[in-house]
């Protein structure tokens, strides 16, 4: 399986910033994840980031609110624009296994707004 | 839409106390059933994936399987170290995107 890791691991900001999380792969994939994980709540898929292209959001999440980039193989970042205290939460990012719908994860960056 | 729902919320368990997690999921065409391991403070790890009913899987102390309508994931013996949450999540024929459970936390006392 992929190691994933990200940055930061945590982090507290003040309403109203933004933050850029990074995950950075050991393998070339062609798809990555970014989900979030608010508390007691399931994981929600954010959007799905390939190379090359836009990423594709989920319904209720749009680009100006969480922008990515992918601009290699090993490599994407989502930010988190102009943030509120209802966006502290678990972010993490996936990419995909050798088997279909397999997922691997990193180990997810918590985010705390005040 | 497709609904994966995992009981209960919350067990706890004495050492050598064997149990069952449960996960209900209604998906349109199964493609893979997948249960991860969350510790506090990380991100999943995968334990299993199954694709079939009837399918099995084991690793050390856990066991999972599967039916038409749901999954278990047994654990037998277990130690305080398998304290953790343990999430299911399900793929259907018409997304790539599995479905996630909110998860069972599990404490496994001394």
């Known amino acids: 399986s992929a190691v994933i890791s990200q940055k930061p691991s945590r982090d507290i900001c003040q309403r109203g910033t933004s933050l850029t999380i990074q995950c950075q792969v050991d393998?070339?994939?062609?798809?990555m994840f970014w989900y979030r994980q608010q508390p007691g709540q399931s994981l929600t898929l954010i959007a799905t980031?390939?190379?090359?292209?836009?990423?594709?959001?989920e319904s209720g999440f749009v680009i100006d609110k969480f922008p990515i980039s992918r601009p290699n193989l090993t490599f994407s970042t989502l930010t988190v624009s102009n943030m509120s205290p209802e966006d502290s939460s678990i972010y993490l990012c996936?990419?995909?296994?050798?088997?279909?719908?397999?997922?691997?994860f990193g180990p997810g960056t918590r985010l705390t707004v005040l | 839409e497709d609904q994966v729902t995992q009981s209960p919320e919350a067990l706890r368990l004495q050492e050598g106390e064997s149990s069952s997690l449960n996960c209900s999921y209604t998906v349109s065409g199964l493609r893979g059933l997948f249960w991860y391991r969350q510790d506090p403070g990380k991100g999943p790890e995968f334990l299993f994936t199954?694709?079939?009913a009837g399918e099995e899987k084991e690793k050390e102390r856990l066991k999972a399987t599967l039916t038409k309508k749901e999954s278990f994931l047994h654990i037998t013996a277990p130690k305080p170290e398998d304290s953790a949450t343990y999430l299911c999540?399900?793929?259907?024929?018409?997304?790539?995107?599995?479905?996630f459970g909110r998860g069972t936390s599990l404490i496994v006392h001394p």
């Open positions: 996936s990419v995909e296994g050798e088997l279909y719908n397999e997922q691997f």
């Open positions: 980031a390939n190379q090359g292209s836009e990423a594709t959001y």
């Open positions: 393998s070339q994939v062609t798809m």
């Open positions: 199954l694709y079939s």
């Open positions: 999540a399900a793929a259907s024929g018409g997304s790539y995107i599995p479905t």
